[in-house]
């Protein structure tokens, strides 16, 4: 299990997402990767900061993508 998370998501954006997963101990053990357009200064320790055990840009780039999730999981 994995889970890609659009940090900018409309009602409940991703970031209050991201604390509400690791908060949960049903959900706390799944890694979460990050996918943002936010890629300013300081946006990606927010993203770790709030519970996701990594972060990607958008637009996305497939084979790096993959390679974080699968280092995710081998975890």
């Known amino acids: ?3 890609l998370l659009d940090m900018s998501l ?5 970031w209050e997402a991201a604390k509400r997963l690791k908060a949960d ?5 799944i890694p979460i ?3 943002t357009a936010h890629a300013m200064a300081g946006d ?3 993203c770790l ?3 996701a055990d ?3 840009t958008k637009p ?4 790096r993508l993959l390679g974080k999730i699968e280092a995710l999981l081998q975890e």
């Open 1 to 3: 299990e994995i889970i």
């Open 10 to 14: 409309p009602v409940m954006d991703g």
């Open 25 to 29: 101990a049903a959900t706390s053990g």
């Open 33 to 35: 990767i990050s996918l």
């Open 44 to 46: 990606r320790e927010r």
């Open 49 to 51: 900061e709030v519970g």
């Open 54 to 56: 990594d972060y990607d």
């Open 60 to 63: 996305v780039d497939f084979k």
